[in-house]
């Protein structure tokens, strides 16, 4: 049974801007062989991928491979994991506009195929719906079997709420515990008709949630001048500044494969984590520069929310 998503009850329910990369608890037990306990809210933490010139992941670089600036200034790493095995939260959203129409079945098996390939017993994926609204099909849950059901429970409307898909999805795994790998895949032709929500709020509510968006866009028509190319723009901007990847198909039988790529990068990112410095202000978007020696493309998330002070 699908679950329609209110976007009141989002509104009341999660932070406008809630930025927090570590959780007490985990920095307790990394300085509590330190003669204490200390306590930081400000660690900012940037999950990584490399790619070679053929946009193949690249693996086992060395820490010293990796320089991390903030606002231009360059930071200490004092976290750093190859080939990080931290669990996924997963949103996964399919576009059933009547664009869809006739592609409904094979996208529903497809993003079913991807379920049991992505999902493992410490994943949490949930799969979604926009068309007129957006629509959670699953709770966040790693049981394959339900998730695939939920892939089988799609259904066509007649437009499409891309930015309101963006906002809520990104809501809807901000509410998830931290420590975990959020990310957020997008199978959509990129139209943009009826959305409640605008591009900004799009942007920031996917900032905010700290998730990285795959964007994999089907393009029905060729030709810009015959198509809404809005909402394509849009997740260019919104994709680059959360670290994920967007991918351009023409047909849907490349869809498979661009499952196939994603999956291959979630399992082979780095994670670094730093304390900024000078500590900035509350409230305010930072922007982060990666450089890694080796790599030819980077996917890492170019802004983050700093933590507003409590009222």
Do not use: W
Request: with cysteine.
């Amino acid at each position: 049974m699908k679950k329609p998503i209110s976007r009141l009850l989002f509104g009341l329910l999660v932070p406008a801007c809630a930025f927090v990369a570590s959780s007490a608890k985990e920095l307790a037990a990394q300085k509590g062989g330190q003669g204490g306990i200390h306590v930081q809210t400000n660690f900012v933490t940037v999950i990584a991928s490399a790619l070679d010139a053929d946009g193949r992941p690249i693996i086992n670089l060395p820490k010293d491979s990796f320089q991390i600036l903030e606002e231009g200034v360059p930071q200490q790493i004092e976290r750093f994991e190859p080939e990080t095995n931290q669990p996924l939260d997963l949103a996964l959203m399919v576009d059933t506009s009547l664009s869809t129409f006739k592609e409904l079945k094979f996208e529903g098996e497809s993003a079913s195929r991807f379920v049991k390939q992505i999902v493992r017993p410490i994943d949490r994926l949930a799969v979604f719906q926009f068309s007129d609204d957006v629509a959670q099909l699953s709770e966040f849950s790693s049981n394959i079997p339900d998730l695939q059901a939920a892939t089988k429970r799609l259904s066509n409307g007649a437009g499409t709420v891309l930015y309101d898909a963006v906002v809520l999805g990104s809501r809807a795994i901000s509410r998830l515990p931290p420590g975990r790998r959020r990310v957020i895949v997008l199978l959509t032709d990129a139209g943009e008709t009826t959305s409640t929500y605008k591009f900004e709020d799009a942007r920031r509510a996917a900032i905010a949630s700290e998730a990285l968006i795959y964007s994999i866009v089907i393009r029905p028509v060729p030709n810009e001048s015959g198509r809404n190319t809005a909402g394509e723009h849009a997740l260019i901007t919104i994709t680059d500044s959360t670290g994920g990847a967007m991918y351009i198909l023409d047909t849907f039988d490349q869809l498979q494969a661009m499952f196939d790529r994603i999956d291959r990068e979630l399992r082979t990112q780095y994670l670094l984590g730093y304390y900024p410095h000078p500590t900035p202000p509350p409230g305010v978007y930072r922007h982060i520069e990666l450089r890694v020696q080796g790599a030819n493309t980077l996917h890492y998330r170019k802004e983050y929310l700093t933590v507003r002070n409590p009222k």
